[in-house]
């Protein structure tokens, strides 16, 4: 009573063969089998096309000629989760937190002039206050040593605010000439293609009221185009980011409360972009009188990029001021390049965030944000009147005599296997092995209590404090005197990444000034 239906096997490269049957019957033995084998067909034939697919898009045959890609030295992960309860040195390699001081705990109302955020890239210690730029204001903080909170003693000097209304100053160093107490801060790297710098004369004042009215006069920024400071370039613009550096006469009279950009010059080294420049400076006068400045580069060979993250290779570029608009057009001066030192790779960074240096003791602290750890070494000849740029260079780790360390070995070795240690060890051995102490010391930031976690993210900003004590002078084996190194160190600290770049646990640090203690 029913239409027969004939259903057709496609297993079979061969003709098919149709099966018949009425509805309602049950498929025949046969036919079941064909359409399990053409099942069982398509399975396989759309694996093998998915491998095939997979194998042509990963693996590539090697083009001839082609350079194989580079390979980046990893760092050291930062010391976290099981690090704080299993390392048995914890307190001797961890920076012990004195005081954390949010920034907007320090200036009473009227000393923020509108300012709503602090991002703090360095300091400086200088007669009793500390001296801080931010990257997000035009403003230099000034702030009592002993950080008291909500003080009149505390003052932003300047406005927030250059004359286009933008708070990016991209300062991220501050220091002083030792000899006069000149003081200069460091504009990271601006696209100075074209530039036409301010007047000399500019008068950078603070006549603002608690209402935050726009200053008397604030610095102009044409010709320094970054972030939108002027307006915009050609489409073909070439930018040339170079680090600006001002020299800075403050002016605390009784009218106005502020300072005064005297002067500014180019630095000679260009930089691929204008978020890795110099992210720290100091200086020091040579033997032969000149005035020096040592600007840290952020990333590692001074570039950016997988090159900037090549840790373990940071740069410091030594600068002489020169005189010349040849160099670089629209200024008259410029900071010619005179050496490159090396930072020791012991300091395995990622970035390098602020340098400190001590110049009794030649100490020098080296931060990085990424790492959230302290680099502290020695620079020889790192002294007013005795800096060579040519011969200055930091200390490595020096080896011992083989012998030395061979008699130490078979100590070691007999308290274990008796005499029979005297010939475990070759001179040869201990020559390759051979460690006298180490001339730098290598800190964490101070990990979360709960979770061992990184908690100082953004550190920026270093500067030694110095007291009483310091100022002696220890004497050395050979009867020689070596002025000491302070144990505490004052820090500043940038804002927290947003938009889920760093973790909350960044948060409550950030935008603050922090003092240290050095481990003894």
Known sequence: PHSPMTIYSKASTEES??????????????????????????????????????????????????KAPKKSKKPEPPHIDDYCSTNVDYAKTTL??????PV??????KELKGQRKFETSDVILKDGYYYSVCDSSWAILKVKQNLPLLSYENSNLGSPLDASGSPESQFEAIFEDGLTGQMYVVREAIDVAGADPQPATTNYSAAISSSAEPPLSAPSTQGLRHRGLSSPLPTDHLADYRAVILEVDLSEDDDVVGYKIANQCASEISFPSDSKGFEGATSLRGADGVLYVLGL??????????DGMDAGNGKIVVMAKAEGTDVVPGFDCYWKTVATLSIPSSALFVDYSAISLHQPSQTVAISSQENSQLWVGTLVGGRDGEFDPQTAHFLEREAAPAEDVAEKEKGKKKGKKGEKGDADISEGEAEEGAIKDPTFKLYDFPRTTIGCQVQYCNVEGLAWVQNDADAADDQTDD????ARAPQVLAAVSDQMKGHGKQPNACLVKDQSFHLFAIPP
């Open 17 to 66: 063969t149709p099966i018949t049957r009425n509805k309602g019957d049950d498929l025949t033995y046969e036919s079941t089998k064909r359409r399990v084998m053409f099942s069982a067909a398509a399975i396989l034939l759309i694996v093998a096309l998915t491998i095939g697919m997979s194998s042509s898009t990963s693996i590539q045959a090697p083009v001839e000629g082609a």
């Open 96 to 101: 012990k937190p004195l005081i954390d001081a």
């Open 104 to 109: 907007a705990s320090l200036l009473v109302s």
């Open 297 to 306: 580069c952020e990333g590692n060979h001074c570039l950016d990029g997988e």
């Open 479 to 482: 009867g020689a005197y070596k």
